[in-house]
């Protein structure tokens, strides 16, 4: 395992840990609201939800990545895929979110929203060409984007409480 990748170890564990915490408390959001976000009306909410969910597993699939005894090469590599795989249920999701109507909220917060994430990706992806090229200094992009996604997520979470509220009466 590389050195760098051991001094990244506890980060890592408490990265898998929040993540999988935060993806537990989605689930329990989003049954509580369950009929209100299925109905036909409300792709919009559909695909925040999506999003939010992978601002969690995105994260969750890194740091466990980064727990397996490996170079920073082959960490690279499998960051890649992620990424990759990831974007596309992501792409799915702003198709829908970067048509909003605004459903119980302005349409210009989920806009927003959407062009964030691509911003989030790009900067993603730069990391792991980084991590690629054997450079450490590519993890602390990934550290900090790990931070930063799930504090995002847990506002958007609550934002997504809210706006499913009024729907709901």
Do not use: C, K
């Not at 605004?102 to 991590?131: C, S």
């Amino acid at each position: 395992m590389s050195e760098e990748l051991v001094a990244w170890h506890d980060f890592n564990i408490s990265l898998v840990t929040a993540a999988a915490a935060l993806l537990g408390l989605l689930f329990v959001a989003l049954s509580l609201h369950v009929r209100t976000l299925v109905a036909p009306r409300n792709a919009e909410l559909r695909a925040i939800a999506r999003s939010i969910f992978l601002g969690y597993v995105v994260p969750f699939a890194v740091g466990f990545l980064e727990l397996i005894p490996q170079n920073l090469s082959s960490l690279g590599v499998e960051l890649i895929v992620l990424l990759l795989v990831s974007l596309i249920p992501f792409v799915a999701a702003a198709r829908t979110g970067l048509r909003a109507s605004g459903i119980a909220f302005d349409r210009r917060v989920t806009v927003l929203q959407y062009i964030g994430g691509f911003v989030v990706y790009a900067i993603t992806f730069a990391g792991a060409i980084v991590v690629l090229a054997g450079q450490p200094s590519g993890l602390f992009v990934f550290g900090g984007l790990a931070v930063v996604s799930l504090v995002w997520g847990v506002f958007n979470t609550y934002e997504l409480i809210f706006r499913v509220q009024p729907l709901e009466r």
